[in-house]
């Protein structure tokens, strides 16, 4: 029992609230974080294709609108586990 409590423990992902109309900077930070400044974008409905150049190499960044068919209450200012 104490194994699969550890194992859920690991395995589970932190999602934590942004404040409202700051979801920009955030986006920004993790651009940024991963390097992600010379690129090409072509959209496609609700998806943004990104080829950029980071290192040398040509990559693929997607970025997706896509409805969460799972409901869940979330309460304002508290942060979600998930596996």
């Known amino acids: 029992m104490k194994i699969l409590f550890l ?3 690991v395995s ?8 409202k109309y700051e979801v920009d900077n955030s986006v920004s930070d993790f651009l940024e974080a991963h390097q992600i400044n010379d690129c090409f974008y072509i959209e496609e409905g609700n998806t943004l294709l990104l080829k950029c150049l980071i290192e040398d190499k040509l990559m693929d960044v997607t970025i997706s609108i896509k409805k969460n068919y799972k ?5 304002p200012g508290k942060r979600i586990y998930s596996s």
Do not use: D, E, S
């Not at 589970?12 to 404040?19: F, M, Q």
């Not at 409901?71 to 309460?75: E, T």
């Open 71 to 75: 409901k869940r209450n979330f309460a």
């Open 12 to 19: 589970a992902k932190l999602w934590i609230k942004i404040p």
């Open 7 to 9: 194992l859920t423990l």
